[in-house]
Structures are given as C-alpha cells and as structure tokens.
C-alpha cells in the first residue's frame, strides 16, 4: 500500500465515523437518558455515563399515562394504511407496467404530482372532506390522510418492481390458459412479493412517524398516535423529559428493526430512483 | 381492459383525496369563512392583496429562504461528502452505511425531542457546552436566542436530510462505469482529475433531480420546525408553512391560510418550472 492510498482511506475513514457520531450520538445520547434516574438526568454538568439506571421512566409511561393507546393506535393505523396501499398500488403498479389502455399517461403523471404535492398545501381541504364525512377524531379518518401521503409514493416504488419483472412471464401464463387474475395472483405475485413487502414497511414507517394530519385530526387522547403522545409531553406544564426520552426511544426502536430488515430493497428501490424523502 | 379495472380504484381515490381537494383549496381562497358561524362569502382576491399589505409577508418569506438555503446546502455538502465514502469498498463500511441511514427512518418526533433535550438550557449537553466556552451565557438555550434557534432547526433538519442525498449520490456513484475511470487513467489523469472529469459530470444528471425534489421538500416541510419551536422565538423560525399553520388552525382563518398555500404552491410551480426549461438549455 503506498502512502497516498493509506492516506486516502485514512480520510475516508475519519469522515465517516464523524458523521457516524453525528448520526449516532444524539440516539445513543436519547437511549442512555432513558434509562437515567432523575438525580442524574437533571445535573449540570450533564453526566456522560449514568452510575445507575432505572426504569422508572418506562414504568411511568406503562402505568400512568395513554401511551399504551398511542401505541396501539399508531400500530393500527400503520397496519391499516399499509394494507389499503398495498392493495391500490399493487394493482395500479402492475397494470401501468403491463396493459395499454386511455388515459395512462395522464394517471401517472397526476401520481407522480400528487408524489411530490406538499401536504402543508392541502391540509385544510382535506381535513373539510374528512370532517363531511364525519371522520375527524377517528382512526379511520387518519388511515385516509397516511393513504393520502404515502399512496402515490407506494405506487411509483411497486411500478419499478413489477417493471423488472419480464413481461415473457405473464405472457407465457397467459399462453397456458391463465386468466390475467389468475396469472397475476399465482406468479407474478409471488414473485414480486420482497418488494411489495419492502414497500409496505416503508408505507408503515411513514404513517407511524406522521405527526401533521393526526394533529389537525385528532382531538381526544383514545385516537392519538404515538407522535402526538409526545408532542403533548412537550407542550404539557412541566416537561417531563424522562417519559419523553423512553417513548422517544419506544417508537424510534421499532421503525429502525424493520428499516434494518428491509434494508437491502430500500437500496434497490433508491437505485431505481423511486424514493421519497 | 383488464388494466382499466386494476387501475379504476386508484383513480377512483386519488380523485376524491387529492384533485377534489386542490380544487377545493383554489375555491376557499377566494372566500372569508366566518369561524363563528360557519358562513362563507365569496371575497374574490382580496385575500391574495391582504398577504401582499401583511407586513408578515417579507419577513416569513426571508425566513423560508434562510431555512431552505441552510438546509439544502448542509445536506447536499454532507451528502456529497458521505457519498464519495462510502463509495469505498473498504472494511466496515457497510455497519457505517447503515448507521449514516438511520435519520432516513426516525420520527421527527422524537428528532424534535432529542434536539430540545440536547438544547435544553439546564440540563442539555449541547447547550452546556456552548455555555462552557461562553458562546452562551450561563442557563441560556440556543433555542431562546433568535439566530439560535434558525441555527438549530437547520442543524436538525440537515442532520434528517443528508442520508437522502447522501443515498442518491451514492447510488449514482455506483452507476458509473469502470472503464471511464480506466481510460482517464490510460489518459494519466491523477485522483482530482478522476474525481473533477470523471465524477463529478456523471453525477449532475442526479444534482438536478434532487435538488428540485429536496427544495420542494425543504420549503414545505413543517414538522421538525414546529416540533422544536413552533416557529418561536418571537416568530424567528416562523417559515411559511408554519404561518399557514398558524392562520388556518390557530386563528380559523381558512380562506385566509388557503391563500397562503396556494401562494406557496404556485411559487413552487413557477420555480419548478423555470428551473427545468433553464436546466434543459443548459444540457444543449
């Protein structure tokens, strides 16, 4: 190894593992002050290592507040955005890359806008349809918005699974005397299905982590979501950064565990350019 | 026909939840929508020229461009810079890419939280440290502080954002084809001229993208604002979603916060817009 490329990889090495710690501290930074006690969380100056640690934070958030219905809450909206995403986008997917029919570039292009719509613009109108419909403060009504947000994104990332799927499949189904549904449901489906799931974790991470519509939408503490939860914690009299930081660190655990699980499509997926921010 | 029926659903809802309602906000723009008793009266534009008289206008507007502005290039500088390493096939660099992914997937819940608690003027390390070398004074939080507090939300959202760009650059980078490096190295081109003829024109197709995508985001993006300052302090961090916000939930001024967004929307477009036909010209 000559001296230049020992260099070099020196300097990789460095810029790396600073933005590491920049990523990496302030999680690191949450977990550990979760599990503080409070003579050791309110010091200054700020104890790097705690000496004990406790669950009291944990316990309280069990115990003596919603957060278990936040919890609850968020996990079935998640669930239930996912599911009706799933079904729109895998068929709207599978069709735009297989069939020809009227009005097909015009349906992409109004998914690709809706894609890139901001929500901030459309809060309002949509909170009215919402309200009409006599969803406000209801589960359903914030499964409608997340599908609403996440929706056009499910789309555009399941088209480019089924795009890199050869249409020769279909076709030699078709050839054996499948119907288009039958063909669609026993092979291409199947094979498909890791980056249907991929997309459906990120549907999940995406409405897990909403915070602007619940807000709008939600009024009593049996239909709040788990950022709302927190985001109450916060404005609340007092702020109580212990049972802050430990439902901090509750609803970011789960969101990494399925990022790490899917990890590998979501690289295909950005590879293919279909990602949102 | 088949494709019809399997996209008929889709349709079916992006007309209900997302065309309906555009048209719907164009139409509350031009009303003023009495909270009280939920009676509505055509205005025209006159809400339009009451943000134009609003002597919140400049200053929100200057306000969404110093956050836009510090954002992208934070997270394009740190995008950029994180791409080209973990490019490198080098040990470990897997357990890094993944760690440098994580902001990609973290609430901005508790992104807000973690800042605050690491801004807290008592008790956060941030601000002890700040205080330690007197750049704050004693109990101070950079979060009370006007120029702090913008500071701060733009760390935060750098911090959310550059895995983003840091991933498209990286996947661009994996598009390159060996041989351009081969042949410029035949050619006797040493690591920066690699890097400035090689590398460099292979990623601007992806610049443009993403910085239209990223700017987009960036201007309309609320949550981590107003989860950290609501705007504050004294309206320092007020950028025009949060006005919007303000207007449409805080004071049930519907018509008034529609206009708001469309004014957004539509600078947006025009920008979009001018942004493509002038980059396409300059691709010729």
């Known amino acids: 190894m000559t001296a230049r490329s020992l260099l070099s990889r020196l300097t990789v090495y460095a810029v790396t593992l600073l933005l590491a710690a920049f990523i990496g501290f302030p999680l690191l930074w949450m977990l550990i002050s979760s599990f503080k006690p409070s003579a050791q969380l309110f010091v200054s100056p700020p104890r790097l290592l705690p000496t004990e640690f406790t669950l009291d934070w944990y316990r309280n958030l069990v115990h003596q507040s919603d957060a278990p219905t936040f919890f609850w809450n968020s996990l079935v909206v998640g669930m239930a955005t996912t599911a009706i995403c799933l079904v729109l986008g895998t068929l709207a997917g599978y069709a735009v890359t297989r069939f020809e029919f009227p009005g097909k570039g015009i349906f992409l292009v109004s998914a690709l806008l809706s894609y890139v719509f901001p929500a901030i613009v459309l809060f309002v109108p949509i909170y009215m349809i919402i309200n009409s419909l006599g969803l406000t403060d209801t589960l359903l009504g914030i499964v409608i918005c997340h599908t609403i947000l996440t929706f056009p994104f499910a789309l555009w990332m399941l088209r480019s699974f089924f795009a890199a799927i050869p249409r020769e499949i279909d076709e030699a189904a078709w050839v054996d005397g499948a119907s288009f549904l039958r063909a669609f449901a026993t092979i291409i489906l199947p094979l498909a299905l890791p980056g249907i799931f991929s997309v459906g974790v990120f549907v999940f991470v995406l409405s897990w982590n909403e915070y602007l519509f619940a807000s709008v939408l939600v009024t009593s503490n049996a239909h709040k979501t788990i950022p709302l939860g927190i985001a109450e914690f916060i404005t609340s009299f007092d702020v109580r950064w212990g049972e802050i930081m430990a439902m901090g660190t509750l609803a970011t655990v789960p969101v990494i565990v399925l990022f790490l699980s899917v990890q590998r499509y979501f690289l295909r997926g950005v590879l293919s350019g279909a990602v949102k921010g | ?284």
């Open chain 2, 1 to 284: 026909m088949a494709g019809v029926l399997f996209v008929m659903p889709s349709i079916v809802f992006l007309a209900a939840f997302v065309a309906y309602p555009v048209i719907d906000a164009v139409r509350l723009s031009l009303l003023f929508v009495d909270f009280a008793t939920d009676e509505t009266k055509f205005v025209g534009l006159a809400n339009f020229a009451q943000m134009l008289r609003d002597q919140k206008a400049p200053v929100v507007a200057l306000n969404t461009i110093l956050w836009t502005v510090g954002s992208l290039a934070g997270q394009f500088a740190l995008g950029l810079g994180a791409a080209l390493c973990i490019n490198r096939d080098l040990p470990g660099m897997q357990v890094i890419r993944t760690i440098l992914l994580l902001p990609y997937v973290v609430p901005v819940i508790a992104i807000a939280l973690f800042w605050r608690w690491l801004l807290d003027g008592s008790y956060g390390l941030v601000s002890y440290l700040l205080q330690a070398v007197d750049i704050l004074p004693p109990n101070q939080s950079p979060l009370a502080i006007p120029d702090g507090a913008m500071v701060s939300v733009i760390i935060a959202n750098i911090w959310r954002g550059f895995p983003f760009v840091m991933i498209s650059y990286w996947a661009a980078l994996q598009g390159i084809p060996e041989e351009q490096y081969e042949a410029a190295r035949v050619d006797g081109a040493g690591p920066w001229q690699e890097f400035r003829y090689v590398t460099l024109p292979n990623l601007i197709e992806i610049t443009k993208v993403m910085f239209i995508l990223r700017l987009i985001w960036t201007v309309t993006f609320f949550d981590i604002i107003w989860l950290i300052t609501r705007g504050g302090p004294g309206g320092a961090t007020e950028h025009w979603p949060i006005w919007i916000y303000q207007e449409s939930m805080g004071f049930f001024r519907f018509g008034y916060g529609a206009a708001l967004a469309l004014t957004l929307a539509m600078a947006l477009m025009v920008f979009s817009a001018l942004y493509f036909v002038l980059s396409r010209q300059g691709t010729r």
